[in-house]
């Protein structure tokens, strides 16, 4: 019997057999809306090596690098920070002590939105989701005993990356570290902030700037430094799905490249310090297949598009997270099976570093007990599972490869919309992304009161009565203490060379002039986030929304 | 006529987190509420100035940032400062158990953790908002419907279908007759206190043919018991319902009858349906 007799038959007695037993579902779907049928395979689709490459190889659907985990695990990179800069040190030694294999940094909201710790708008929100950090004062306290040359570390700060990049690089100079021995990532990714994260201070064209010139400073003084981290992740938190998170991703990759060429720069100088950063969300297949479909798309993008000619300038490579608003407040504790199984699609998708969520994250800021956990889910999934052992190992499956297709398509069609919109900048003046999310958040948000997505102990099989776990609380005095640091700083610099640095940087934002040496000259004259960020708000303008 | 409630979602403080904020607006806007958003990083002072200018009825307060404790009061202390202390307030976002006593005891009216289905939000700011207005009854002033007087069900063939009601389920029929302003003939199948109407069309422009053409044979409609139909249409009139009847028409069985238009009903026809009392008695 041949194969399409001997397939037709299996569906006509499965037909029949579904007049008996139906399916549970009249209708399959991914969260992309990807029909799913009921098995795949049986027609005949070839997946040759041409179309998909080898690990390591031109499109690199298979990975980035050719032995990928068999050579090195990916690192295991918690993001933490809370309170001061000297609890935050304490945490991330910990950490460290513990088998992580690099750093996070999260900073509270005012530094992200470049406030100085005294300002009105940072009333009750100091050291809260991060860390506080004003001058280069508090930048040293982070990182104390930490060895910059060793310890690569990525810091999620984007509208003031500038001037914490700078920080950085004035705490290693002061250990004596020499600016080429750097590593690191900063996000940097403003475009995700108009769409989704909402930490921005100034509008697109002098943000743009921003980014490009820490792309021509450190390509000449910092040369193993990520210098972005275009981020999905925010857009699929705030309620995308997989192809959305995908292509506006990509999409916003394409911008940054565009402004880099228009400000003069090469493209195979700065394209291989571009990195990425995706979630891991439920649906497990559609999010191996999201991976896959983004370093083939953005290869392709790279060389076909752009004529880039180095191969590290085609390579996607990413950070991944696990989708903090997959948790659930209700029995937290299930929430580690999910972080486990999002972790998973991660590894398989072949990402590069990896953080896993702590149980508690809908109720409060982890706790060691909970950060330590996601860490070890990790450790589980490295060491005991055997999934690290073989590049790629779901490639050829007829499903993983039809999803890694569809979504590559439905991306591209996104893509392309944006495109004739005029690219992502205008985009998201224009609320495209905004308004594309919001509809998909409000529509799953339907789903799940309607029943229609089961959330396990939210909207079915929930339990009276839940206990309250322990939460962690951030010293609620830090705030004041914070304020009399800056104060006692303020007293004793040199306030002379304050003032004149912060003139000059006026002058520089005024001109074309790259603006990283400044900031990097006010940082180490103790000039304060608030202070920088403040010139650049009067030259600039603030952004405030569409 | 119902009181349209004014709501503003507000985000004090510095997170961008949004998502939360935004799909309560618009389930709050589908609930029939009037809502505004002040969008990302507002200020406690410029929230109440928004709340007074706006007058509003409800706020909204979303934090994800953990700076609720700080920030919910000083929007409490401010209302008051303005003698605005009858606008009733709510919260939601991540905020931890143990903080929401704390809240409460500062005058928000209810936290809402992550989870909480929106409908119980908008349920929650509906009735907080009448019970400060004093709108007891809630909004309803009206007679309600006092039975399911009778389902319809179209049907092809009274022949073909009759037997099932009458000799596999057991069933009475009771009557059949000639509706000629709905140009069917109905049969009358008596359950309990209420009755299954079998409606076979007489011509292809009865509404039933029409309705089995676009739909199959199944459920038609539900009826509703009532009394003075013409004061119950007027009624469903100013609620804003549409009526396919203005006023009442002759129905079966000497009944009369108005239908509600399924667009104003979720999709379900509606018909409302009086018997003189004679009728009801002779039965």
Known sequence: MDKQQRIKEWQEKTARSMNRFPERKERFHTSSDIEVERLYGTEEEHY???????????????????TMYRARFWTMRQYAGFGSAEETNKRFRYLLDQGQTGLSVAFDLPTQIGYDSDHSMSRGEVGKVG?????????????????????STSMTINAPASVLLAMYIAVAEKQGVATEKLSGTIQNDILKEYIARGTYIFPPKPSMRLITDIFGYCQENVPKWNTISIS????????????????????????????AIEAGLNIDDFAPRLAFFFNAHNQFFEEVAKFRAARRMWAKLMKEHYGAKNPKSWQLRFHTQTGGSTLT???????????????????????????????????????????????????????????????????????VEHLTDELERKANEYIEKINVMGGAVAAVEQGYMQREIHHTSYETQK????????IVGMNKFTIENEPQPELLRVDPTLGEKQKEKLQALKAKRDQNRVSAQLESLRAAAKGKDNLMPIIVECVKSYCTIGEICGVLREEFGEYTGV | MKKTIRVLIAKPGLDGHDRGALVVSQALRDYGMEVIYTGLRQAPEQIAAAAVQEDVDAIGLSCLSGAHNELFPEVMRLLHEKGADDIIVVGGGVIPWEDIPFLESKGIQKVFTPGTPTIETAKFIEQAVYKRDGITENVFSGVAPERIDHIGIAVKSLDEALPFYVNVLGLTLEAIEEVPSQKVKVAFIKIGETRLE????????SPVAQFIEKRGQGVHHV????????????????????????????????????????????????????????????K
């Open chain 1, 48 to 66: 040759p090596m041409e179309f998909l490459g080898l690990p390591g190889e031109y499109p690199y659907t298979r990975g980035s690098q050719s």
């Open chain 1, 131 to 151: 860390v506080a950090i004003d001058s280069i004062e508090d930048m040293e306290a982070l990182l104390k005993d930490i060895p910059l040359d060793k310890v």
């Open chain 1, 232 to 259: 999905g992740y925010h857009i699929r938190e705030a309620g995308a799905n997989a192809a959305q998170e995908l292509a506006f991703t990509i999409a916003n990759g394409l911008a940054y490249v565009d402004a």
């Open chain 1, 329 to 399: 407040a209700q029995q937290p504790d299930n929430n580690i099976v999910r972080v486990t199984t999002q972790a998973l699609s991660a590894v398989l998708g072949g990402t590069q570093s990896l953080h896993t969520n702590s149980r508690d994250e809908a109720l409060a800021l982890p706790t060691e007990d909970s950060a330590r956990i996601a860490l070890r889910t990790q450790q589980i999934l490295a060491h005991e599972t055997g999934v690290a052992d073989t590049v790629d190992p779901l490639a050829g499956s007829y499903y």
């Open chain 1, 447 to 454: 789903k799940i009161e309607s029943g229609q997505e089961i």
């Open chain 2, 198 to 205: 079998l409606l076979e069309a007489l011509t292809a422009e």
């Open chain 2, 223 to 282: 009826a509703l018991g009532v009394t003075n139909i013409q004061d119950r249409i007027d009624e469903m009139k100013s609620n804003g319902i549409k009526m396919i009847h203005d006023a009442a028409v002759p129905g079966a069985g000497g009944a009369s009858v108005a239908f509600m238009h399924p667009s104003s009903t979720h999709k379900v026809l509606f018909e409302l349906c009086e018997k003189t009392k004679s009728k009801e008695e002779a």
